[in-house]
């Protein structure tokens, strides 16, 4: 017997028309056949089967789904759309389907399941087929939570690193030193990057800032910064807003840059969960990919922060300048208060306002935004050799207070392509204290879940916006902070959550 | 402003027609919109957002996906057929859509997920949630995943075991002792049950057998009575075989004996991982669930069979004890040799094949199978107290022997529906022994999933069937196995795995 898969006969066999169904299954690729079709009975292919897909040049894998209707002929392959756009098609090209092959790289996650070390190759192993699209969501987040907690140590998370590194493409700016700064996040409405980063290049620094979008919380650095400029730039586009002004404020994906992590972050943000040397290896193989060689980190502490205790901060901050150290980067980590949010706004648009009040030298600035700013300025400043150490902090101030900063912003955003004004929401609710009295405790996820809930990051102008800080007397009755949505139905929805956690904001009566 | 989605208007904006897609996604509900609908639109839904569906009385949640092209209607809300089966459908019902409340529970599974143990209720409330189709396939994927391993201690265990005995329904026989048998797996061809259940029925026991289909393995026992008989009895059905020959071979999922297993075994099959807590709690909450008082189990240990290590085999021993404890069942673990195949078949219709055989008495019957049996049925004679300490096995060779064991399998098959031939496959290869030599050591890992490439366990008839056992002396280009497939692809596909993998059965030249 010959084997059957190879002659030209059998592939014709093989060989479908694509017809797009327009179906958004988001990242996972999908090919819908009929179940009754002459090739599902002679392959012998069963629903959910991995099957593998390619036309002209391109090959991908992808998830079976049986059609029991009459959408779809026999001879047509329907493709979701993540599947149509990895494979190129046009309507009615041909696509050739054949068994998927063991992907062997998933003995690795098993592996690690049963809480396994993970070598150096297994885990670019990993990455690359992650990136090659050869996981089915499941496999994913097994994954990312086999992964989860401090299930990786330092050498497992370099590993990873440098597999995420190498799996993306890697900017050489031709210039040293290029510095870049991070937050651990966990804190609403801890918006400072676009502040440190107007005024780090306002001092001269090469700064050119690739950010995320949120993973689990209401708004990141790229969802902020999209309500006041555009953020997708391609490198050619970045290359030229930092060789004119030094320093961007772009939206990582666009680039390409660790592709791998955008998948996987997309796996955490579905499940809600963070994984400590996923977190580490996101962060640093990022910044290695961006071309940076200086790099601060802002990791906010505080019982409702991401980091709760200093016992979990000292740990993930040794981690951090171990892996940064393997890496070849010079990493400060700054741990910084998390007892409650930096600045007003909760949400992209609130967040952006809240910046530019900042750059500005409004009256109203947030204070705690502001001031944080200015420290993690000052320490860039510092492991740069900009500034010596002791008088970053003051070397920043003054770029802030005499408008340096905020004409840096602005050619910023003109070289992106504009500023805007960042949008407002159609529908608000002001939640009141229910009775007089000082401000205790603050829940930071609680009150990013509700702004979550209201549509945060998808609608730009949805989130909270805070009226209180820690320690302030409020009357009875007086707005403790207001929901912002852009339709009705997500305003309830967050009006329904808040109604079950009244302690979002707790106020001890005098 | 009042809550929006109380009214009747509101209700009516959020309502649309029912539509059969006809796409099996599995297990997964999901529900297809247009993305420029009204109701996507004014709700903001988000694609991938988890809603809630209902019709009439009935309640489900969906994972979202827009669709972008024409199939469906801006009025219309399109069905995958597990939503449409859940909900009891007819083409044009309305169907309310709202936003899903969020599920409690998934804060218990990321505490598992960063290592903290789980009371009783938090495990009550995911298995309530996971049997009412609240989690996203990527939720269970990451349930089973945070579970696996030895990530449960026992009182977890026991509590996952009550969980998930609550669930479903629980039979009560009106009669005590009830016996019951589980293998615990990993070891090809080990199809002792079918024998066990005659051996013991023919001497007096009540043993109302249920077993699942294969997990990861290519062939569970009720794959292998399905090939022989019908084994999707309703619990009516159950009960009369049972009141008439004393034991039946049904296959537990038809009769909604612990729910929750049926749904995390469908992912733990797609992960291809099995965790050792969910195994101890799969096997007790259907025994228990079964009405058993009395449970033996056999746990084959060697390299490559599930159990591998004598220090695994005692911990997990050691856990069924405690937690059958808790439960109050009387548990017995005869721990067995897992060093090769049990029969010589390995697949549904072949492992039938060698049950037939072993029955019959025929010469040709494979001893080691035979052997297993006679000790598996002796030993729980013995725990049931038919049969004295000792005496057990020469009891159950004894009814083997004397066509009692093969007249009370027929008579369950009758009462079943009716005993029938197990299919023969289309296509087969042998492989043969590239050498003179001793078989030196048998890999039953690959060899199961040499058994799975070829089709099992969907494909009946397809598998493996040994020729060799382990210390036999074979010649140069004797056969040491077949592979038996239903379709030339399928055969193909396991013969370029057999290519990569020359060492299933090791010969060492003399």
């Known amino acids: 017997m010959n084997a059957p898969d190879t ?18 299954t988001h990242q996972e690729a999908v090919i819908y056949l009929r179940q009754d079709s002459h090739l599902c009975r002679s392959e ?22 049986f059609i029991t209707s009459s959408i779809l002929h026999h001879y047509e392959a329907g493709l979701s759309e993540a599947a149509w756009q990895r494979l190129d098609l046009k309507a009615g090209d041909d696509v050739l389907i054949a068994y998927a092959p063991a992907v062997e790289s998933l003995s690795y996650v098993r592996a690690k399941i049963y809480g396994r070390r993970l070598e150096k190759p297994a885990l670019r192993q990993i990455v690359d087929d992650i990136v090659a699209g050869r996981y089915a969501d499941v496999h994913l987040a097994a994954f990312v939570t086999a992964c989860a907690g401090d299930a990786l140590d330092n050498d497992e998370i370099a590993s990873l690193t440098d597999a995420m590194v190498q799996a993306g493409r890697r900017i050489d700016w031709g210039r040293t030193p290029v510095s870049d700064k991070h937050s651990v996040g966990g804190l609403p409405g801890n918006r400072t990057t676009p502040i440190v980063v107007a005024i780090a290049a306002a001092c001269g620094l090469t700064i050119p800032k690739t950010s995320s979008r949120a993973i689990t919380s209401p708004s990141g650095t790229a969802d902020t910064m999209e309500t006041l400029t555009r953020v997708d730039l391609d490198l050619e586009a970045m290359r030229r807003v930092v060789e004119k002004e030094g320093g961007c404020l772009a939206w990582g994906g666009a680039i390409d840059l660790s592709p ?14 963070d994984s400590e040397g996923q977190l580490i290896a996101s962060v640093l193989s990022k910044k290695i990919a961006a071309g940076a060689t ?3 980190i802002d990791m906010p502490v505080g019982p409702t922060a991401k980091v709760r205790t200093q016992a979990e901060a000292d740990r993930l901050t040794a981690a951090l300048l171990a892996v940064g150290k ?8 700054l741990q ?4 409650e949010p930096v600045g007003s706004g909760i949400g992209p648009a609130l967040e952006a306002r809240d910046v530019l009040r900042v750059l ?3 009256p109203d600035a947030p204070a705690v935004l502001r001031a944080r700013s200015v420290t993690l300025a000052g320490a860039l400043l510092e492991l740069v050799g900009t500034a010596r150490p002791r008088e970053g902090e003051r070397t920043a101030d003054t770029a802030l207070r005499d408008g340096r900063a905020w004409r840096k912003f602005v050619a910023i955003c003109t070289a992106q392509g504009g500023l805007r004004e960042p949008p407002v929401a159609a529908c608000t609710r002001a939640i009141e204290a229910p009775q007089a009295g000082r401000v205790v405790k603050i829940d930071n996820r609680v009150l990013a879940r509700i702004a979550k809930l209201a549509g945060a990051p998808d609608d730009k102008a949805a989130g909270v916006e805070l009226h209180v800080h820690l320690g302030m007397t409020v009357a009875r009755g007086q707005p403790l902070y207001t929901l912002q949505a852009e339709t009705h139905g997500e305003l309830a929805y967050a009006l329904e959550y808040v109604a079950r956690h009244p302690d979002v904001i707790e106020i001890q009566g005098q």
Do not use: F, M, W
Not at 8 to 15: E, F, I, K, V, Y
Not at 260 to 273: G, W
Not at 326 to 333: D, E, W, Y
């Open 44 to 65: 012998g292919l069963a629903s959910h089967a991995r099957v593998q897909v390619s036309s002209h040049d391109k090959v991908i894998v992808a998830t079976l789904q």
């Open 326 to 333: 393997t890496a070849g980067l010079q990493v400060r980590v």
């Open 260 to 273: 791998a992590d955008d998948v996987l972050i997309r796996v955490e943000r579905a499940l809600d969960i």
């Open 294 to 296: 200086h790099v601060l």
């Open 360 to 362: 500005q030298n409004a």
């Open 7 to 24: 002659g030209p006969a059998h592939a014709q066999l093989n060989t479908l028309k694509a017809r797009r169904l327009g179906i958004d």
């Open 336 to 339: 910084t208060d998390g007892t």
